[in-house]
């Protein structure tokens, strides 16, 4: 087996254990050890470090996790990722974590902060309202008390207090990890058939459950790895995925896309990953660092409010122009608000701009991805025709 192919084996294989082991070994391995869940779609992974924990991404069961009692916590016509989600707490698969971060995306994660209240009220429950109004005497002032009600809550919960230096080694080792992130998005645009999605994926989805030390080893070496596999090049088309930013697509489905003829380069996959383009580190106050960070350097993304008119869909257009991106696919989780209401604005901006574009939904246990793979298929033709005219 290559070496690439051998760590592609080993983040698969994180990615299919619903049982986090790697997560429950990692607090084996000392005493007093603890571990905070957070849901997609942006915490501060850097205090839950920097207070000595372990961050632990929960993106739902995937397409492995049969729903029996999830179902009955929610309306049956919202996302599939919330009853997975219970499900995995009821099936004590979950049962490790000390504590859960429910960020602020939508009406549904909100309820589900809740329900994990009323389940698992052994365990910190914290829902991280972030702020909408980026003036830093005001949402700033909002945010910096947020953050350090967090940090204090945190220390409580290690019995030792979340100190500045600590949560500046942090965020270094998470700036680290953005600009390993942004290195593999940028080899993959350049070399899709070297550093094809899936494998981006899994490499991305392994930083859910391993520390970020070792994270950013796993990303350094399959960078390394990846450039030395002898892959052919393919007349794929190229093309950004846009909505999947929440409840993720089965990994098939990825898959079924590069299948059909597209080359993804890029994506909205896991956004904790890369929610800010630039370090985060910066002289003085490490709280502070955090705050102007969101403030000044967040990503687009449907749970960030837009404060000027017109201008929704522009960042999207650009990543298209940098990437030479032939069109976009807008895959979303079926019934996801924040997705599905932004849709047509993004669509509307992109037809404007010339961009091709197609459009689907999906749920995490998609298993039926025949069509999806007919209309990947005839879309990438389409747009390999439309951009030889
Ligand atoms: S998939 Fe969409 S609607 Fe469902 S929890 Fe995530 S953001 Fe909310």
Redesign the pocket.
């Known amino acids: 087996m290559s070496r690439v192919a051998d760590i592609v084996t080993t983040c698969e294989e994180l990615y299919e254990d619903l049982e986090f082991s790697a997560c429950r070994a990692w607090k084996e391995e000392a005493p007093g050890r603890h571990a905070i869940g957070y849901l ?1 779609m942006w915490v501060p992974r850097e205090i839950i470090h920097a207070a000595g924990m372990l961050p632990v991404g929960i993106l739902g069961g995937g397409d492995k996790l049969e729903i029996i009692r999830g179902d009955a916590f929610f309306q049956s016509y ?2 599939h ?2 009853r997975s989600v219970i499900e995995l707490v009821l099936k004590g698969n979950l049962d490790f974590l000390d504590g859960c971060l429910f960020p602020s ?2 009406d ?2 909100r309820n ?1 902060s809740g329900m994990w209240q009323l389940l698992r009220p052994d365990t910190y429950v914290r829902y991280v309202d972030v702020p909408q109004n980026f003036e830093p005497d005001r949402g700033g002032r909002f945010f910096r008390t947020e953050l350090r009600k967090l940090i204090d809550d945190l220390g409580g919960i290690a019995g030792r207090p979340v100190t500045d230096d600590a949560l500046k080694h942090s965020i270094e080792l998470y700036d680290e990890n953005r600009r390993l992130i942004r290195e593999l998005y940028d080899r993959r645009s350049a070399v899709p058939w070297l550093v094809p999605t899936s494998e981006v994926y899994l490499v991305q989805r392994a930083g859910m459950v391993l520390p970020v030390e070792a994270h950013n080893d796993l990303v350094r070496e399959y960078l390394a790895a990846a450039e030395m596999d002898d892959r052919p090049e393919r007349d794929n088309s190229r093309v950004v995925v846009s909505g999947a930013f ?2 993720q697509p089965p990994l098939d489905l990825i898959r079924t896309l590069e299948r059909a003829g597209c080359y993804v380069v890029d994506d909205d996959f896991m956004l904790v990953n890369r929610w800010f383009a630039q370090d985060v580190a910066r002289p003085g106050d490490p709280v502070d660092a955090l705050v102007t960070a969101f403030l000044e350097q967040g990503i687009a993304n449907p749970a960030r409010y837009e404060p000027h008119a017109g201008t929704k869909g522009q960042d999207l257009i650009e990543c298209v122009r940098r990437r030479d991106a032939d069109g976009i696919i807008f895959a979303a ?1 079926s ?5 599905l209401l932004e849709r047509p604005m993004l669509q509307k901006a992109v037809e404007a701009a010339g961009i091709p574009s197609t459009a689907f939904k999906y749920s995490e246990n998609t298993g039926q991805l025949q069509p999806i793979r007919e209309q990947a298929g005839t879309f990438s033709d389409s747009v390999k025709l439309w951009s030889s005219v």
Not at 335 to 339: G, K, L
Request: proline share 22%; net charge negative; charged share 10%.
């Open positions: 997609p919202i996302c990722l919330p995306i939508c549904i994660v589900l929440c409840e989780p019934f996801c608000d924040p997705a």
